[in-house]
């Protein structure tokens, strides 16, 4: 408990510390969100009414004055009025494109993690074989592609070409979003090449994390011992090894599922997906302060959050930590 | 206690290591038994091929290691014939096996319980609570608390852990246990507390061990016959007093004297000069020869067979001794 305290004290810090740069960083871009309205609307606006934009979005007056108020601001939960999509306030807009990047990023990462874990228990437990001679290179060399080029080569064959997927969008314009069946079947469809192409290039790590930390379990002498004692194959793959195996990357999971908020940029950006990423790049164009400051709020939250979920079950999965945390 | 039942018939016994440009044989032509009842010993050099005999009796030998040649028979059954479901029965039903490291044999994220519980309900109709039942039984046996059954590996010390996995080797009533080195990575009195409950438990259970130390004495006072083995052959198998007393081959009189007597005089111990020849380029003729003080032209280009000698009660591979 004592740990999981000390834990948790250690996030609150990082957590101030985040609150603060948040609002720091966006505003040390050369420019501000007036400028880039005065600049879109060329030149007609007047600078008396630029000031008077910039007045009543609060981004006025001296910088310490408006960290208070961002301060004030933000102990009641109100992000402000985004400047890209006004009047939207911040918040909804933050919360549409969540839900969307959670579902794609979300979905890909679960994909992903099941099975690269899959793959590399069964190369390890055959190593050298056929599956593992060939598979194991093949993944070595799918995780180096970016995600970028697999994109948009998943998008000029499957849409551009052969036209089998949507060019854009997570879900079809003439279709109510509602817990339908055909609205969900539209949102996996649109979903389908973008998490596929996330899949492809992250699925490789899970594989080579698990396969490589298998092996060096496999040397063990209670996997000896488990032979020896002629429990069957099953059992030792999977409680004897696979059990200890899986430790770390369950703690690498929860980092990855933290920066899911963080979006897909470029698979967003190639398809056209109303996520995260795709709205933060807008946002930075735009200098959106408002929007960025939210973003970053929330993906430094759910990164703390994941990480506090690792250590809590790595202390449920690995009785040698909790015994050490109770000294 | 030994009767002259054979339990274990070991004949050729050869075994290769491949790599990936040669192959050495780290065991070649291995013969012993080993009687019910019997505490058998292996004793000789670090890598002289105890602990790879040990391995392949248990049918444990792992690649590259591969079991080449020769003959185990287990009452009077062919060991290295058994496959599938005889193989998963013969392993810890019939022998089971007791590792060097205590640390490491036993699982650091599993309670022990069911480290011992999945031998018992593997092998046994046991389930649940009878096979809970059975393991409680067997932690009383090695004397640990049945209330500890459930803590994880780090919880016991070192002494303790040992204790279990024998607990975890006896839970079947197997007909012979495998020791290879149990106590080397203990210190030195809960080594002594260790062996002591062996000797009990193997009087009041009656089943056979190979045992392997490299602890001369501890295998003397332990051991109703000794195998002493040198570069991958056995060189001398004579009753354990013998060893000491009476040894008939050269390798053995020098490995006994290079263990110094509690009592007595302080005397400046010997050694055996020289060291075990590369398993890549075994010497012709005897593989001691190069370290034997007493070697003859003979025994420089035409290796010596294992022959029996009733009369002293023993077997030796030498020369000198025709």
Redesign the interface.
Known sequence: MRFLMRRLGFYLAAFAVAITLNFFIPRWMPGDPTTRIFLGLRGKLTPQAMDALRASYGYDGNLWDQFMVYLGNLAHLDFGVSTTNFPEPTSSLLFYSAVWTLLLVGLATAISFVIGIGMGIYSAWNRGGFFDSVFTPVNVMLNAFTPAIVALILFYAFSLQWRLFPLGRAHDLGIEPALTFEFIINVLYHATLPVLSIVIVTFGSWHLGMRNTMIGLLNEDFVALAKAKGLSDQRIRYRYVARNAILPQITALALTVGYVLGGALITEYVFNYPGLGKFTLSAIQARDYSFIQAQLLLLTASVLIANLISDILNLILDPRLRSRTQE | MSSDRVLMKVRDLTVDYMGDFEVLRAVENVSFDIREGEAFGLAGESGCGKSTVAFAL?R?T?LPGLVTGGAIEFGGEDVLGFTGDR???????EV??V???AM????????ASEQII??IE??TGKTGDAARKRAAEMFELVGIHPDRLDD?P??FSGGMRQRI?IA?ALCLNPKLIIMDEPTTALDVVVQRDIIEQIVALKAELGFSVLFITHDLGLMIEFCDRIGVMYAGEMVEIAPAEAILTAPQHPYTRALGRSFPPLSGPRVRMEGIAGSPPDLSELPVGCRFAPRCGEALPLCRHAAPAMISYPEKRCQAACHLLQ
């Open positions: 248990a444990l792992r193989l998963r029965a013969y392993r810890w039903r089971s096996f590792f060097q490291s490491n044999a036993l699982n650091p994220v599993i309670p999945d031998a593997t092998h994880y780090h919880q996995c975890i």
